[in-house]
């Protein structure tokens, strides 16, 4: 049987609580992931799915409801221990790639191992390792002003991955990119759930690159109004 990855319940956010603008942004939320699973969360702008993705990051907290990553119930957790539960369980690939200028490939993906402590020799075998697999070795020199858009995005999902998260977590990781260069990131996010069995949550607006997934959830005005649950038009 699988294992649940992730594991939401009555998930309810609102902001200015009280105030006579109070906002309600997610409806109870229910949503279990279990690993090895490739999902797409699709909705329009406003829907509440970047509300949804931050929830999943543990990026910001919930005002109800439950939510248990690998079994931890991040509720109860403190910003220190919610900083590691990020750092260790969970791989962000952003849309803006998010690299840090200044450094070079192969640093800006030992970045997350120096955080959790690895010895620079394991972290370094590592992050050579993981450049391989998405096709940048020959560029772990390079720094972030000397990638394209496309190899720029290659090394943020390296350096997601670098932790061997539980989840990773890609937030329009296409948008920024022109449609042959997203193709090629999509195909590496199917080379890695083919070969490493790696959890992908997908956050997307798009209806085509979510129909490539295992499993599509749709979210409407903070609530999630279709979920297949089955493996819709895969990408083999």
């Given at each position: 049987?699988?294992?649940?990855v992730i ?133 772990a020199d ?16 390296a350096r ?77």
């Amino acid at each position: 049987m699988s294992k649940t990855v992730i594991s939401m319940r009555g998930i309810i956010k609102r902001y200015y609580i009280g105030k006579p603008n109070e906002l309600q942004i997610l409806n109870g939320i229910d949503l279990d992931v279990t690993e090895g699973e490739f999902l797409a969360i699709v909705g329009q702008s406003g829907s509440g799915k970047s509300t949804l993705m931050n929830m999943i990051g543990a990026l910001d907290r919930p005002t109800e409801g439950t939510y248990y990553l690998n079994g931890i119930d991040i509720s109860t957790l403190d910003d220190a221990e919610l900083s590691r539960i990020r750092n260790k369980e969970i791989g962000f690939v952003f849309q803006t790639f998010n690299l840090i200028s200044r450094t070079n490939a192969l640093k800006n993906v030992e970045m997350p191992m120096m955080y959790a402590g690895m010895s620079r020799k394991e972290r370094l075998k590592r992050a050579e390792e993981l450049l391989e697999i998405v096709d940048m070795a020959d560029r772990a020199d390079h720094q972030p002003n000397e990638l394209s858009g496309g190899q720029k995005q290659r090394v943020a999902i390296a350096r997601a991955m670098a932790n061997k998260p539980s989840i990773l977590l890609a937030d329009e990781p296409t948008g920024a990119l022109d449609s042959k260069t997203g193709r090629m990131i999509m195909d590496l996010f199917h080379k890695l759930h083919r070969e490493e069995g790696t959890t992908i949550v997908l956050i997307t607006h798009s209806p085509e690159l979510a129909q490539e997934c295992d499993r599509i959830v749709t979210i409407s005005d903070g609530s999630i109004i279709n979920d297949t649950g089955v493996r819709v038009n895969a990408v083999d």
